[in-house]
């Protein structure tokens, strides 16, 4: 018997009253459970195996899925529902960690803060665009790919004035150097911004001013690492 806990992250009709769940897991990464019997009105398993459902589970291991025992219902994120902005952004996040996220392979501090700002879009009603800019940030850095946000990657000189931020090169040049990395102009109160906001916590990111032109820069640079930029959910946003 394997426990974890797990966030569901898609869920597809199988059989007449089974669903397949795609989850994120905390110990064992991206994840595939067969929940049987979940869409009768009085499965135990009901409401672990919702989207959004965060949950604590016991579980079997068959062939390359688990199938789900019991589960415990930790967290439903249930007012996500009621805001359409709170639902459109979750869903957002779902989809990202859902192509990020690897089978095996497995980092607790992103699940952490997966369930954290599915939290804060639940109980908020602002800052949406800038909670979800503080994630992908994280989440980049998480990956590996922490942007290089102290020093100019071509003389090394510690950066304290506006500067070229290059995506490609993972950080920033300063004037002297800025004819080697052909970036995008950030002013220092900017690059102090990305800084504040991968040492702060999602709940303290509310007093961080971040501004258009910085979300759409981190956006940009998540987005080519991991090497994906079309998510449907971003075009709903958009609408
Ligand atoms: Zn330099």
Same mark, same amino acid.
Do not use: R, W
């Given at each position: 018997m394997i426990v974890d806990e797990i966030l569901v992250l898609k869920e597809i009709k199988y059989k007449e009253n089974d669903k397949i769940l795609h989850a994120l897991s905390k110990t064992r990464g991206k994840i595939q459970l067969l929940s049987k019997g979940c869409k009768k009105n *009085?499965?135990?398993?009901? @409401?672990? $195996?919702? +989207? &959004?459902? #965060? $949950? %604590?589970? $016991?579980?079997? %291991? /068959? %062939?390359?899925m688990y199938i789900i025992t019991s589960a415990e219902?930790?967290? /439903?994120? #249930? @007012? +996500?529902?009621? @805001?359409?902005?709170?639902?459109? !952004?979750?869903n957002y996040i779902l989809e990202l960690i859902n192509y990020v996220a690897q089978e095996n392979e497995c980092d607790y501090r992103i699940f952490d803060m997966t369930v954290a700002v599915l939290s804060w879009f639940s109980v908020t009603t602002k800052d949406f665009e800038k909670l979800t800019a503080a =994630?992908? +940030?994280k989440l980049i850095s998480m990956l590996g =790919? %922490?942007? *290089?946000l102290k020093r100019c990657l071509s003389c090394g000189k510690e950066i304290k004035s506006d500067s070229e931020f290059s995506i490609k090169e993972g950080g920033l040049f300063c004037h002297k150097c800025v004819n080697y990395g052909r970036g995008i102009n950030v002013s220092y109160g900017e690059i102090l911004t990305m800084e504040r906001i991968l040492k702060s916590k999602l709940e303290n990111i509310g007093s961080v001013e971040v501004n258009t032109k910085l979300l759409q820069l981190i956006r940009n640079f +998540? &987005? #080519? !690492?991991i090497g994906k930029n079309d998510f449907t959910t971003l075009k709903l946003l958009k609408i």
């Open positions: *009085n499965s135990h398993l009901i @409401n672990a $195996s919702q +989207l &959004f459902a #965060y $949950s %604590k589970c $016991s579980m079997v %291991k /068959s %062939k390359d219902l930790i967290d /439903s994120f #249930y @007012n +996500l529902k009621n @805001n359409i902005d709170a639902f459109f !952004y979750g =994630y992908e +940030l =790919y %922490k942007p *290089n +998540l &987005f #080519y !690492y």
